[in-house]
């Protein structure tokens, strides 16, 4: 699996995230969940960024391990804008699809760098 395929995906969903946050506050006054999920989801294309340049296969393997953690506390915080009616069902899958699309990705490059390390 490419890496710029991984940057790519986890940039555009960087985006959704700020237009999704700047919505919830925009529109529904929203302002803690909203700070949350902007956190954690613009850390996860970032995470990726730095891991690009890591100083060892371990360093690269904790930076996207600590990526996957933020796409999981993402994760966390797109159901609980759901659950108490800040966003809409079609809001909260487009975002939750592409959350775990990259989750998914996440694991796959960390199983392969950890398989890599142990050959």
Same mark, same amino acid.
């Given at each position: 699996? *490419?890496? &710029?395929?991984?940057?790519? @995906?986890?940039? $555009?969903?960087?985006i959704?995230? =700020?237009?999704?946050?700047?919505?919830? =506050?925009?529109?529904?006054?929203?302002? !803690?969940?909203?700070?949350?999920?902007? +956190?954690?989801?613009t $850390?996860?294309? =970032? #995470?990726? +960024?730095?891991?690009?340049?890591?100083?060892?296969? /371990?360093?690269?393997?904790?930076?996207? *391990?600590?990526? #996957? @953690?933020?796409? /999981?506390?993402?994760?966390?915080?797109?159901?609980?804008?759901?659950?108490?009616?800040?966003? /809409?069902?079609?809001?909260?899958?487009? &975002?939750?699809?592409k /959350?775990?699309? #990259? !989750? $998914?990705?996440? =694991?796959?490059?960390?199983?392969?760098?950890?398989?890599?390390?142990?050959?």
């Open positions: 699996m *490419s890496k &710029s395929i991984l940057k790519d @995906k986890s940039y $555009a969903f960087a959704l995230i =700020v237009k999704l946050s700047q919505f919830l =506050v925009s529109e529904k006054k929203e302002y !803690v969940l909203s700070k949350q999920l902007l +956190r954690s989801g $850390a996860i294309g =970032v #995470l990726i +960024r730095e891991a690009e340049f890591a100083q060892s296969k /371990n360093d690269f393997i904790h930076k996207m *391990s600590i990526s #996957l @953690k933020e796409a /999981n506390e993402s994760m966390y915080w797109i159901d609980q804008l759901k659950d108490t009616g800040y966003i /809409n069902k079609k809001q909260h899958e487009t &975002s939750l699809l /959350n775990k699309e #990259l !989750v $998914a990705m996440l =694991v796959s490059s960390i199983k392969t760098s950890k398989s890599s390390i142990s050959k």
